[in-house]
């Protein structure tokens, strides 16, 4: 049998609302991050307690939360903690992202006068990809479909197989299980045997395709960008009417990719261009 909790048994009137606790505890959270934020080594439970004015079974409670999702690592001292490496991570993703958006809008803007059609700047978060920016103009020859901040599935955008290209096949069928990869039109990857066959040829080839995969209408290519070690942040693609989509624009689209990376700092080998007519799969 279990039993009630004391704030079960106040009246609903004395109740604290459950939004201003959630946000009581972020903010104690907070304080608890910026006091650690301030010493160069761990600190103890009893001066987080004094720093922060909170009682310490409270803070204690919040940091174990905090350890467990490795916000905050426990110190060389019993009972002592510091900054957790998650921090790091998240902090990297961020400039990351900014850093890409600043080091791409130029190139982008040249690409587009190229080829005349819309240019997307697209990162990963989570199971979709989402639109940082964009370079079109009225001559693009098409609506625009996805608006800055959109968002859509991975395997359905030219972009976003890049990122599942570059995955471990354990998360790429991970993946294909939460999803269920769900289409959107009659060209879309809905099985996972097909589906890691175009990442294979992804590979392969250094770029990726969307053939009305998302949109009926609209076919985009796109290459990936790449920071200083390495990892694919970014995909950079080209969007245009599906009659519209020219293989020439490849080797532009893989070289402005290539100027953006090396923007970021990184400086490998080149991607292989296959050759328009060998292009076999066009998925």
Known sequence: MTLPSSSDLQPPALRPPRDKTAIQVIERMMKLLDVLANEPGSVSLKDLSRSTGLHPSTAHRILNDMVLGR???RGDQAGSYRLGMRL?????VVKA???VREVALEPMRDLHRV?????NLSVRQGDEIVYVERAYSERSGM????AI????PLHLTSSGK???AHDDPRLVRGYATRTGLAGHTRN???EVARLERELSAVRSRGYARDNEELELGVRCIAAPIRDDSGQVIAGLSVSAPAERLQDGWIENLLATAGSISAGLGHFGAPALVAAAGGDAERT
């Open 71 to 73: 916000f905050v690592d």
């Open 88 to 92: 790091l991570e998240l902090g990297n």
């Open 97 to 99: 992202r900014l850093s």
């Open 115 to 119: 080829t005349g059609q819309a240019v």
């Open 143 to 146: 609506q625009v479909v996805r």
């Open 149 to 152: 901040g959109g968002r859509a």
């Open 162 to 164: 890049l990122f599942l």
């Open 188 to 190: 879309s990857i809905t």
